[in-house]
């Protein structure tokens, strides 16, 4: 297993912008989460999917937000209007199973200016 | 809502010596999974043992382990004889039986001195 990566790394934008990631699970991992974690906290559910199936979605994910995994592959999360209180870590993980580890990637930090 | 908290925003230890690391949730479920993971500064989250509610054993791998009270609702981490690769925050996950999202505690930042 290669292990599960995110790209881009790093991105800061300012105010407004739209701003998309990408996260690449664990190859033949049917499951994929997204979290954000903020300084100095835990990380916090946003959204799974099982396969292409987008299955729970927390309510941080406010209308801004939209998150997909065509071909139950890759996943991206977009966040549109960007605002200050975005900035933060967005961890994306992946699981074999319902009851497997969640494995999760390096992240990407975006800092809203 | 189940909840989980770590009291402990930071710790320290000497190198060579055991820490112990507190965790406690609160759920009316009675199936149920609890993690501890480490991330290290800069780099990503790993797992560092896992604990099936259902099960009375405590789980161990190799320097860590953890002391699970069900009636409690406590899940403490014991790592024993600390490394310098040990500093990290440490945090404490649950996860309902038929859910698949974590829900983490606030983490607690591990120091090792040499």
């Known amino acids: 297993d290669t292990g599960v990566s995110q790209n881009p790394r790093h991105k800061i934008t300012k105010r407004g912008q739209n701003v998309t990631f990408r996260c690449d699970p664990i190859?033949?991992?049917?499951?994929l989460y997204w979290y954000r974690q903020t300084l100095g906290q835990g990380p916090e559910f946003l959204t799974y999917f099982q396969n292409e199936a987008q299955l729970e979605k927390s309510r941080l994910l406010s209308d801004r937000f939209s998150a997909e995994r065509p071909k139950g592959s890759f996943s991206t999360l977009e966040i549109q209007r960007t605002e200050q209180g975005d900035s933060a870590m967005y961890l994306c993980?992946?699981?074999?199973?319902?009851?497997?580890?969640?494995?999760f990637g390096p992240g990407t930090r975006l800092t809203v200016l | 809502a189940q909840t989980v908290t770590q009291s402990q925003p930071e710790m320290s230890v000497q190198e060579a010596e055991t820490v112990t690391l507190s965790c406690t949730y609160d759920?009316?479920?009675?199936?149920?999974?609890l993690f501890w993971y480490k991330q290290p500064p800069s780099r990503q989250m790993i797992l560092v043992i896992r604990?099936?509610?259902?099960?009375?054993q405590n789980a161990t791998e190799n320097r860590f382990s953890v002391n699970f009270q069900k009636a409690a609702k406590s899940f403490s981490l014991k790592i024993s004889d600390s490394q310098l690769g040990d500093a990290a925050m440490y945090f404490c996950a649950y996860r309902s039986q038929g859910a698949q999202k974590l829900v983490f505690g606030q983490g607690t930042r591990l120091t090792i001195n040499p």
């Open positions: 993980a992946s699981s074999r199973g319902a009851t497997d580890t969640q494995y």
């Open positions: 604990q099936e509610a259902y099960k009375q």
């Open positions: 190859s033949e991992h049917n499951r």
């Open positions: 759920t009316s479920e009675s199936d149920y999974y």
